[in-house]
């Protein structure tokens, strides 16, 4: 049976991480927080700001505003928001599949809930893919089995005639043993040379 769906992480792959360690550490380095403080605050939220058991404000209270700051929320806000940037090759890769329209298009990606909306919104990732297995949505995350098991619950496909992409080799583990076809993506180069050994052709 050949791929008939392509599950794309975002963060890593189509965008920049959302809010990740490098990310976080140019934060601290930024605003003069004091790292350890910070990274052991995040930790400790960091499952429940992913599954949407925390609001974003909630995070910069806990994580950040609970102590007096010389910079705004507002400021460290935007700050989050500006880490945000595309990969243009890799998404045009994923809308060139899309316009294909040979493939079931999705996301499986971990992110905060205010952060996911505003990168669907911003980089127009919702004219390529029409369902997000987003953690912030589903209140369950990477590497959970339960989300790849989900994902293909409700879009009713086998698990060999599904390919995800994904950075991270732990998140790509767990679909492997389920029986999904996986890519580690390094480079939109080189994941444009790996896609015809799944049987997937790029339109020129």
Not at 74 to 98: G, K, N
Request: glycine fraction near 4%; hydrophobic fraction near 40%.
């Amino acid at each position: 049976m050949g791929i008939t769906t392509i599950f794309f992480d975002i963060g890593g792959v189509l965008l920049t991480d959302g809010w990740g360690h490098a990310s976080r550490r140019a934060a601290a380095e930024k605003f003069g927080l004091d790292w350890e403080e910070y990274a052991e605050r995040h930790e400790k939220v960091a499952h429940a700001i992913e599954t949407n058991r925390l609001s974003l404000d909630e995070y910069l209270r806990r994580t950040i505003f609970h102590r007096p700051r010389s910079f705004t929320r507002e400021e460290f806000r935007e700050f989050i928001f500006a880490q945000s940037q595309p990969y243009p090759e890799t998404i045009e890769i994923a809308r060139r599949l899309a316009t294909s329209q040979k493939y079931l298009m999705a996301t499986i990606n971990n992110e905060i809930f205010e952060l996911n909306v505003y990168r669907l919104q911003t980089f127009a990732l919702r004219d390529i893919f029409p369902v997000f297995f987003s953690s912030c949505f589903l209140g369950i995350r990477k590497p959970d089995e339960a989300i790849y098991r989900l994902a293909l619950q409700v879009t009713q496909r086998k698990a060999e005639e599904c390919l995800f992409i994904d950075d991270r080799e732990v998140n790509l583990e767990c679909p492997r043993e389920m029986g999904l076809q996986t890519i580690l993506y390094n480079s939109a180069s080189e994941l444009r040379n790996v896609l015809p050994q799944h049987g997937i052709e790029i339109s020129a």
